[in-house]
Nanobody
Framework: QVQLVESGGGLVAAGESLTLSCKVSGVNLHRYAMGWIRQAPGKDREFVGALEWSNGRAFYGDSVKGRFTINRDTTKKTLSLQMNSLKPEDTAVYYC???????????????WGQGTQVTVSS
C-alpha cells in the first residue's frame, strides 16, 4: 500500500521561499508519477506539478511555472517541492500525490498524502 507523508509546510511572507517534502513507501516507484496538488479554501483542487519518477521529467501548472521546482531523491524515496517568490494566492493545503500515470487532473491521482498547510502573508 502506498504511503505518502508530507512535511515542511508553514507560514511565510510574500516573496519568501519554502520547501515541502514527501516521503514515499510501499511502492516500486519506477513506473509511477508523483506530484503535488493544492487546494485553497473555497476553491477547486489545482495541479501544481508532477514528475515521472523513472526519468525525473517534470511538468508544472501555469500559475507556478518559473517559481516552483519539483525534484526527487531516488535513494531516499523523497519528493520535494521548492517554492520561490511565494504569493498570498499560493496559500493552500498542499497534497503529495502518486499514480501510475502522470496527469494534470487532480481527480485522477489514486494515492494522496494527508496534506500540509502553506500560508503566505501579504
Amino acid at each position: 500500500q502506498v504511503q505518502l507523508v508530507e512535511s515542511g509546510g508553514g507560514l511565510v511572507a510574500a516573496g519568501e521561499s519554502l520547501t515541502l517534502s514527501c516521503k514515499v513507501s510501499g511502492v516500486n516507484l519506477h513506473r509511477y508519477a508523483m506530484g503535488w496538488i493544492r487546494q485553497a479554501p473555497g476553491k477547486d483542487r489545482e495541479f501544481v506539478g508532477a514528475l515521472e519518477w523513472s526519468n525525473g521529467r517534470a511538468f508544472y501548472g501555469d500559475s507556478v511555472k518559473g517559481r516552483f521546482t519539483i525534484n526527487r531523491d531516488t535513494t531516499k524515496k523523497t519528493l520535494s517541492l521548492q517554492m520561490n517568490s511565494l504569493k498570498p494566492e499560493d496559500t493552500a493545503v498542499y497534497y503529495c500525490v502518486a499514480d501510475q500515470a502522470l496527469t494534470t487532473s487532480p481527480s485522477l491521482y489514486h494515492d494522496w498524502g494527508q496534506g500540509t498547510q502553506v500560508t503566505v502573508s501579504s
